[in-house]
């Protein structure tokens, strides 16, 4: 995880990003990898509560479920499992799947786009935030080069080619200044 310090200063208003990817009041909502529970706060409070949180570190989890408790808000169910057995562990299908900063490590991304889908109800969505893909010496926050090495860096078009195939179609991109977009692709049948 990123120290705070700097991420609070990146993202000053994590629920602004979830009104701008689209996540809608009354969805139920998967925070894929959810770290710390940065995003996962923001998410809770949108969907009041309607969000399962998986992250492969039980003490990220332990982290993140005091920042959720912190804003006043509540998540459906904490799940500590690889992201892979997402469909084997989530008790339900979800409208929206939110992966925030993760896949540009994800080993096998077609792989983890099919479990993905396989989770995400017809017409639901599947958003992403990631870096943009300029060099990490240009990405400095607080007087320092942050995030993913260079080359791991995405382009929206690169995330397109590797997540449609799995059945989604991409719906919106937006801009996420300085360094970032998020993208949101629609599951299809
Ligand atoms: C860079 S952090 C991003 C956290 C959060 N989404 C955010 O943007 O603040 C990446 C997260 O992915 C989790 N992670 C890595 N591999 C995983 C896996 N195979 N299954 C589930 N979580 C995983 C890590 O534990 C970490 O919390």
Not at 26 to 31: A, E, F, Q, T
């Amino acid at each position: 995880m990123p120290d705070r310090d700097w991420w609070s200063v990146l993202w000053p208003d994590p629920a602004l990003v979830m009104r701008q990817i689209g996540v809608e009041p009354g969805m139920i909502v998967l925070d894929l990898c959810c770290g710390d529970g940065y995003f996962t706060a923001a998410l809770a409070k949108r969907v009041a509560g309607r969000v399962f949180a998986l992250d492969l570190d039980a003490g990220l989890i332990e982290q993140a479920k005091a920042e959720v408790a912190g804003v006043g808000a509540t998540v459906r169910q904490w799940i500590c499992a690889d992201a892979r057995d997402m469909g084997a562990v989530l008790p339900e299908p979800v409208d929206y799947v939110l992966l925030a900063n993760t896949f540009h490590g994800v080993p096998d991304q077609a792989s983890l786009a099919r479990a993905v889908r396989s989770v995400t109800k017809p017409g639901g969505s599947f958003g992403l935030l990631n870096w943009h893909r300029q060099p990490r010496e240009q990405t400095v926050v607080l007087g320092q080069p942050r995030g993913p090495k260079t080359e791991m860096r995405m382009a929206p078009d690169q995330v397109s080619t590797v997540v449609e195939p799995a059945g989604f179609r991409t719906s919106k991109i937006v801009e996420l200044p300085p360094f970032h977009y998020g993208i949101v692709l629609e599951a299809i049948d």
